[in-house]
Every structure is written in C-alpha cells, then in structure tokens.
C-alpha cells in the first residue's frame, strides 16, 4: 500500500447504483486499490464472493464460509476501502447481537452524517453469514443475485468484524447504514455478516470526512440514473 494514501477519507470503486443495473464485471485490480486504502469491504469480478480487506490483505469469503487470499490482479466490480486509523476504541461485555452493537456504536458517535469505519474484534458464540456466488452473462437483477446467496452459520469462534456505517445522503452511491462483513482469526471462513452474537470484544472506529468515488467510464455507460434503482432493489428483495 502507498505510504502517501490520505488518512479520514473513505475512497470507493463505482456506486451502489450500477451494482443494482447488474454492472458486475470488476473495473478495478485489488493492487491499484491498495493504494487507497488497507481496510474495506466490497465484491470481486461477477460478484464472485464477499471481499474483506484487513490489514492490508484481501480475503475473498465464498460459498459455505470458505476464505480464498484472491490474485492482486483480480478486478472489483464496486469496493469500499480507507486507511483505517481509529480515532477511539472502547471494550464491550457481552452477549451483544448485531442490534446491540449498533446501538453501541451510535451511542459513541451519535451524528448519523459522519461516515465510520468499523473494526470490531471479539469472541462470538454465534455467526451467520451468507456469500455472493460468481454470475454469468446475461447478469440477473441484482436481488436474485443477493439471494441465492450461500449461507452459512459458525459457533464458539473468534475473529474480526470489517465495515462501515454509511450516511443517509449517500443514497444510491452507497449503504446508507451498517454493513459488515467476518473473518475468522484463523483467516479461514468469514463473509457477509447477517446476525451474531458477540460475547464481548473491542470496537474500534475510524471517522472519514473526506469521500472519494473512482469512476471508471465503463461502470455507468446506458445506465438510467433517473430511475429509483434501491427502491426497486428493496421492493424485490421483499417479494
């Protein structure tokens, strides 16, 4: 990683939106991310698992939990990475579950308009997690994608919890609330977090204030921006 990337800013691939207009092929390699940033979360080229970016190492979480260390010219279709430097960290007794740990965070810093990185290192009788698979042309929507996700549950284990917690106003450009993903200590399974049970563990958060979106031509080319594409997302995944 450049010793020169910028400390409290939050750098991306694409936006949430040309995920969700099935923009699935990677735009970008792992290694010219790393010069953005050594923390993050996002996907791989088709959607081809949950990436974790931890300490300067990408972890891609697939199907059944397993953790494969992907090629530096693997590209990303849409990642969210910073140079995680915490500017408070505070330890939390358990059990905590995913709610809990939310509501902790927001009790420490309170203002929903500040971008945060999140890394939380803890014991954790219970972890469900789910990864993306590899799609294939012609794309389908983007909620079939997310769910025919594979699925998977882990028990008495220790490890990381990776992410952000977005803003309102990044509406279509990115999450505008908590996604986290897991790696296990042993970095052997980890992926998209969906419910935990924490035991007790540190939180430890990085503030952005600067947000910067790379945007390669390629990831907007005919997409109609005019359209409610999360909207649309949301009302699919509820069906």
Known sequence: MSDTAPTHTVTQVSILNALLARRFDGLMPCRELLEHGDFGIGTYHRMDGEMILLDGTFYQGR????????????????????????????DLAG??????????????????????????????????IHALVEQHPPYPPTAEVVKGCVRAEMTDVEGTIVGFRGVPWMRGINDTSYHLH??????????????????????????????????????????????????????????
């Open 95 to 128: 059990p905590v579950d995913y709610a809990g740990l939310d509501a902790a965070i927001d009790a420490e810093a309170p203002n929903r308009n500040t971008y945060l990185a999140i890394r939380v290192e803890g014991t954790f009788p219970f972890m469900r």
């Open 182 to 239: 897991f790696i296990t200590e042993d970095r052997a399974r980890g992926g998209h977090v969906l419910a935990f049970e924490m035991a007790g563990g540190t939180i430890s958060l990085s503030t952005l204030h600067d947000h910067v979106v790379l945007m390669p031509e390629a990831a907007l080319e005919g997409v109609d921006l005019s359209q409610d594409l999360v909207g649309a997302f949301e009302k699919a995944m509820a069906e």
């Open 63 to 90: 199907g059944g939990g397993a953790i494969h260390v992907p090629d530096l010219d693997t590209l990303t279709p849409f990642a969210t990475v910073c140079r995680f430097a915490a500017d408070r960290s505070w």
